[in-house]
């Protein structure tokens, strides 16, 4: 599943933005890239690889954030007899790097995009990621382009995937595309992703699997300083996400028919952590009757609700353990036992975000050449073992930058404001001392841990607390009960 990242913003606070290049500096994290990278980067986004098949005819549109320029996906959706073809064009950022070229090492050291509020640390050099490879409209590109039949519930029919050239036609973002839904004027191409979306949410439900409705902390501008805010994600980023989730389960079937390949996975949660859940139904009064299987009762809760959105907080544990698996069977490395990814229920493989993540791109070229019935390139092949544990260790840096970020943010939205009082929501409770736990304001959009002494914090109200540190040097915010 998509991770959590911080909007990525600018705004003029010097201070601030002094404090996150000290991060950086101190996370080791370089912005600059060294010359030979760059050469690299423009030799080879002047003379691109572009394939032999044409699909420029297909009225391809891309959706992502405004401010986005690494474009990695471009869809055009069409009804078929019987169900719908989805075309689903991603980057071909192997067109652009050479096998163990400069562009290439520097992208594995990199591993994935890491988000600031600042600035963005990207993958690849900006001469590919954000011009010659982005799918930026009007442009000619490269890409690898998937052809999905479904029928008419949504489930696949046939999937196809090939190198071809292909031209996007609009540049789309969430909000607009949410708004013309809402007020009854989107066009064709917006209506079907709608359709298919809500028909791939049902598939999904009808597996067992399960996305959590958790609001979002992001980091955004505001009167010449940052500020944070919660975001609930919208039906359409849900929608645009489950042609993503399509493409990526279509990947891993392929990769697992075919012996080789790199999947994201995530093993069931034990029995366990859902009675640990069942016991925090109870304390919060979420009805949760034996007969109602996990999936279906997400599904039923209101995450406006506080009792519902701090049971689904406590729910977000089911979702550790991801990680990649990789395999080989030639090479005497076979498919896990179980390939499957508890949250989606299915296989599932990181495919469709090859400018940001470095697994897409190994991924793509396992797809390729099994779709078109030749080798898996030989750098592929001697690499792959590796690259799940440089993922590994890319996430867990990307998870440490976000993390502390927010940290950041939060102390420097509170500093100076000790001793003053704020209403917050009780959304976890450490079960061995619960009296601490942590608590969730609504303004400022802050989430923090909550130290208290005597009675336990009871989870899922509203209570009045008091700030008693915030100190941007340490990232680190404390409130007391009031």
Excluded at 346 to 373: M, S
Excluded at 404 to 420: K, N, P, S, W
Aim: charged share 30%.
């Amino acid at each position: 599943m998509p991770r959590r990242q911080l909007s990525v913003r600018t705004a003029d606070t010097a201070r601030i933005n002094t404090e996150l290049a000290e991060l950086r500096s101190r996370l080791e994290i370089r912005t600059d890239w060294p010359a030979e990278v760059l050469a690299e980067a423009d030799r080879a986004a002047a003379v691109p690889r572009l394939p032999d098949v044409d699909a420029t005819d297909l009225e391809l549109f891309t959706l992502d954030p405004p401010d986005s320029l690494d474009l990695d996906q471009a869809m055009h959706l069409a009804r078929r007899d019987g169900g719908y073809r989805v075309h689903y064009a991603i980057a071909d950022v192997a067109a652009f790097v050479v096998p163990g070229g400069a562009v290439d090492t520097e992208a594995r050291r990199r591993v994935q995009t890491l988000y600031f509020p600042d600035v963005r640390v990207p993958l690849h050099p900006p001469r590919i990621s954000e011009d010659a490879a982005s799918l930026l409209p009007g442009r000619l590109r490269p890409a690898v382009l998937w052809q999905i039949d479904l029928d008419a519930d949504g489930a696949v029919v046939l999937a196809d995937v090939r190198r071809a050239q292909v031209r996007s036609r609009r540049r789309l973002d969430y909000a607009g595309v949410q708004e013309a839904l809402d007020a009854g004027t989107a066009d064709g191409q917006l209506r079907l992703l709608a359709e298919i979306g809500r028909l791939r949410e049902r598939q999904e439900a009808a597996r067992g699997g399960i996305s959590l409705p958790v609001p979002e902390q992001e980091v955004e501008p505001a009167d010449g300083g940052y500020q944070l805010a919660y975001r609930t994600p919208r039906p359409a980023d849900a929608w645009n996400a489950q042609i993503s989730l399509l493409t990526g389960m279509a990947a891993a079937d392929l990769m697992l028919d075919a012996g080789t390949g790199l999947l994201r996975t995530l093993p069931a949660a034990p029995e366990a952590a859902y009675a640990r859940l069942h016991r925090v139904a109870r304390a919060l009064g979420v009805h949760w009757p034996d007969s109602i299987p996990y999936p279906e009762l997400i599904r039923s809760l209101d995450p406006a609700d506080t009792r519902n959105a701090a049971f689904l907080e406590e729910c977000t544990g089911l979702l550790r353990g991801a990680g990649y698996h990789a395999f080989d069977a030639a090479r005497g490395v076979p498919p896990p036992a179980d390939p499957g990814h508890a949250a989606l229920a299915a296989p599932y493989a990181h495919c469709t975000a090859p400018l940001r993540r470095l697994a897409d791109r190994y991924a793509q070229e396992i797809c390729v050449a099994v779709a078109g019935g030749t080798d898996v390139p030989g750098w592929v092949r001697d690499d792959l073992l590796d690259v799940p544990g440089e993922m590994e260790r890319g996430d867990r840096r990307a998870h440490e930058v976000e993390r502390a970020c927010v940290d950041l943010i939060e102390a420097e939205v509170l500093r100076g404001r000790e001793g003053e009082d704020f209403d917050a929501v009780v959304i976890d409770v450490d079960e061995r001392r619960p009296a601490r736990g942590t608590v969730q304001l609504a303004d400022p959009a802050v989430v923090a841990k909550c130290d208290g002494e005597g009675p336990g914090l009871p989870l899922g109200e509203r209570i009045r607390v008091r700030l008693t540190s915030a100190d941007p040097a340490t990232r680190t915010v404390r409130f007391a009960p009031v």
